[in-house]
């Protein structure tokens, strides 16, 4: 009997495009596809398709490039204005009896008319120090943004079988490669280029998560401006590669100038964490995206906010085929971090 093979985890950020590949072995997973093309500006913002013509053909050329021409695809969203994740506190009831009453139980939370969105719902357990009551994360999703993703996914070439949340993507990277840690609050922090995701997990369960429409283009936007350059060469100085007549000094003064408003955002969100969910500290920061690329970042934030960060190896428990580039991927690792927990989906997972 033919054996399909397993999806593509396709990440489409607003500036890349990332495939990944997993395949299933006996000691675990193993990458056997990554790569990885940059889009236009614009054709993204905010999680949203602004650009279906010009994504569809970068998707194209994407899958040139890996050499797949159909593939089930596991696809994501985020984005604050389109998508609204919560934990709410609910009466006691079985998985039936929620989705029966979901729609009325999401009312009061999504901002956005119910009719519009796709909901969905994890029971976490019943409240300890509440009887009859039970913790529920409740996720809603524009359905004009999933009909979006799943149009120039499937025009593209692939079949589009789950539509995932970047933030709960991170969390199933971070369980198969760091285990769970239990009494620890994590939060796994992801800067892409215009959006952050935020998702903070206790004892292995996210209890947390926000998207901020902030990202590593606040830093080549800085660099643009004060040094009056095109934006690849932006792109370039904040990756730590030099240009003629710009020192090293000044365009450390930049992005550090420029980093502290990710700080702040990164600040705020943590003490709203500690004020209304939890009333604790976050333990460990583990950082993905691109954003963690940069020279100093990671060492700044720890300083910053006066936790212990950790730069995310998304391969730390999945083997690198021997067919791929393994030390060019290693060293752009953390940018994998969403497309690793999209590949490891399978079909059928709920």
Known sequence: MFKRKNPIGLDIGSAYIKAVQLNDTKTGYELVLFDMIPIQQGVIIDGMVE???????????????????????????????????????????????LGASMKYEAEQYVPFDINDVEIDFQILGPRAEEDGQMDVVLVAVKKSVIKDYNDVVSQAGLEPIIMDVDSFALSNMYEVNYGIEERKNIALVNIGASTTNINI????????????????SHHTDALE????????????LKLGHSIEGISYGDVQLVINSASEEIYSELHMSFEYFKSSVAEEDIDKIILSGGASLIKGFSEAMADRLGIEVEVVNPFKNIKISEKLDVSYIREIAPIAAVAVGFGIRRAGDR
Not at 58 to 71: A, C, F, G, M
Not at 226 to 235: C, N, S, T, V
């Open 225 to 236: 401006k004060e040094f009056g350059i095109h934006r690849e060469d932006a792109e370039q």
């Open 51 to 97: 650009d279906k013509p010009a994504l569809i053909a970068s998707i194209k050329e994407l899958l040139k490039k890996i050499n797949v021409k159909k593939s089930d695809a596991v696809i994501g969203v985020s984005g604050h204005s389109s998508v609204v994740i919560k934990r709410i506190t609910i009466p006691l009831m079985t998985e039936e009896e």
């Open 201 to 216: 997990l206790q004892n292995g369960v996210p209890v947390f998560t926000r998207d901020s429409a902030i990202g590593s």
